[in-house]
C-alpha cells in the first residue's frame, strides 16, 4: 500500500491550485517539446500510439499524484463545522479537483504548429485570432485562481433558518420556507446533508440545539448511514 501523508481539508482544497498549474505548463511543454519526440519515428501507427501516450501522461499524472497526496481529506465528512461564531453548524468548500482538468486544458490554449520538414514545434504567430484564444485562455486562468483559492461555497444553519454562499451570491431562508437549494462543491457528506436538513425542518423543537455540542451529539445518534 502506498502511504499518503494525511493533510486537512483546506490544504487538500488549496493544493489543487499548483497541481491544476502543473497541469497547465505540462501539457504546454508536451506540445512543444516531449510531443515531437513521437514525431522522429515516423507517421506509424507506433508514432500515433506514443503521442497519445505522451499526451494521456500529461493528462493524468498531476491528477493522479493530487489524488494520492490528498486521497484522505478528500472523503466528505458527516459532521458539521462549529466555526464558534455564535450557534452554527457550517460546512466549508470542498476540493475541486476538476480544476485539474481545466488548468490542463488551458495548456493547449497557446497555439503551436509543427516546424515543416523538421521533428520540432514552434509557437503560432500572433495573428487575431490566436490572441482571442490567449485572452479566453488568460481569463480562464484567472477565474481558476480565484476559484481554486476562494473559502467559498459555504452553507450555514442556525436555529433561524439556512444560509448559503457561494463565488458571486448570498442567499437565506427559513427552516419552514420552501425547500432549499444547497450550493454545490460542499465539503460534507450529502447524504448527512441531506438528513440533517430533514431533521430540522421535521423537527423545529430541536432548531436551538444547533451550533451545540448537544445537537452535533443528536444528529451523530440519529444519522443512519445507508
Known amino acids: 500500500m502506498i502511504y499518503a501523508a494525511a493533510v486537512s481539508p483546506r490544504t487538500a482544497r488549496l493544493l489543487v491550485l499548483p497541481f491544476a498549474l502543473a497541469a497547465c505548463a505540462l501539457d504546454f511543454a508536451t506540445h512543444l517539446w516531449i510531443q515531437p519526440l513521437a514525431w522522429r519515428l515516423g507517421s506509424g501507427n507506433l508514432a500515433f500510439v506514443t503521442a497519445m501516450a505522451i499526451l494521456a501522461a500529461s493528462a493524468f499524472l498531476p491528477l493522479g499524484l493530487y489524488l494520492l497526496v490528498a486521497r484522505r ?23 475541486r479537483v476538476s480544476l485539474i ?12 504548429e509543427r516546424v515543416p520538414n523538421e521533428a520540432r514545434a514552434r509557437l ?69 446533508l441531506a438528513f440533517t436538513l430533514d431533521f430540522y425542518r421535521t423537527r423545529p423543537e430541536r432548531r436551538a440545539e444547533i451550533g451545540t455540542e448537544a445537537g452535533a451529539a443528536a444528529l451523530a445518534a440519529a444519522y443512519r448511514p445507508a
Open 124 to 192: 503560432v504567430e500572433i495573428d487575431p485570432v490566436v490572441t482571442v484564444f490567449l485572452v479566453i485562455g488568460l481569463l480562464t486562468l484567472i477565474l481558476l485562481v480565484v476559484t481554486a483559492l476562494s473559502d467559498r461555497p459555504v452553507l450555514e444553519l442556525t436555529p433561524d433558518g439556512i444560509t448559503g454562499r457561494d463565488l458571486l451570491r448570498r442567499r437565506r431562508a427559513g427552516w419552514d420556507d420552501e425547500p432549499f437549494k444547497t450550493p454545490r462543491w460542499l465539503h460534507i457528506d450529502p447524504a448527512f
Open 73 to 95: 481529506a478528500r472523503k466528505p465528512p458527516a459532521v458539521w463545522q462549529r466555526p464558534g461564531a455564535g450557534p452554527v453548524f457550517s460546512a466549508g468548500p470542498a476540493a
Open 101 to 112: 482538468w481545466v488548468g490542463w486544458v488551458i495548456g493547449s490554449v497557446v497555439p503551436t
